[in-house]
């Protein structure tokens, strides 16, 4: 199931994009929390939502099954070679 913090549409990113993001990425990226934030690691998804945006979102793993999105926007720069990497399992519809 996937949840959604308020934090997650903070730069006007949509429940949908992030959906697609998440459903198409392939391969998502673990990464630590950031000092003194709470929770563990990290989940990073980046792709491109349905009109070929190019997003990062990251999640928590709340649950076994559950994810609670606490951030997405438009890819930032940083985030370019690991974009790369994941290509080869992006999936299409």
Do not use: N
């Not at 690691?41 to 792709?47: E, K, Q, S, T």
């Amino acid at each position: 199931m996937l949840r959604f913090a308020r934090s997650a549409t903070k730069h006007s990113i949509t429940h949908d994009q992030i959906r697609y993001v998440i459903d198409h990425c392939g391969l998502p990226f673990t990464v630590p929390a950031p000092p003194g934030a709470a929770g563990g690691d990290r989940l990073l998804f980046l792709g491109d939502d349905s009109q070929g945006v190019p997003l990062e979102v990251v999640a928590l793993e709340v649950e076994e099954t559950d994810l609670l999105v606490i951030h997405a926007m438009k890819m930032r720069p940083r985030y370019q070679q690991p974009y790369e990497e994941a290509l080869p399992w992006r999936t299409t519809p």
